[in-house]
């Protein structure tokens, strides 16, 4: 029987592109562990999309993981089957167009083969305690980028 994890996550960014952060939180009974990170220039939604990779890397075996994300981009491609129809589709979306951040997207999907995801979408900034935590880790990052002028 695989563990039960939950995983919390957030991006931010400062520009849209800028300088981004993400930030996740593992949380296995009583042992919780917090991630972050970033780029100088990037997007939210590459944010959003590398919290959830990092977090589900961090796992040393396959999981059971509730992810609580404030993502509908994130939530929707993959409870809606999107992404996997964009990468069955060579990166092509239905209207033709490319799909944006195929490189995240080819992680996380080898990630979901692997870890049995039931994704928890959540209203950000809404007062979510490890929601707002994340965005937290996420903006606190980008910020040393910012001051640092570099990653």
Known sequence: MNKA????TDGACS????PGGW????RYGSFEKELSGGEMNTTNNRMELTAVIKGLEALKKPCKVLLTTDSKY???AIQN???KSWQKNGWKKADKKPALNPD???????LLDIHEVDINWVKGHAGHPENERCDQLAVGFYKKLQENGNA
Do not use: H, Q, R, T
């Open 5 to 8: 994890v939950n995983l919390f």
């Open 74 to 76: 994130v939530a929707d």
């Open 15 to 18: 520009g849209n592109p800028g």
């Open 23 to 26: 930030g996740a939180i593992l």
């Open 81 to 83: 089957g999107w992404a």
């Open 104 to 110: 995240l997207w080819e992680k996380l999907l080898s």
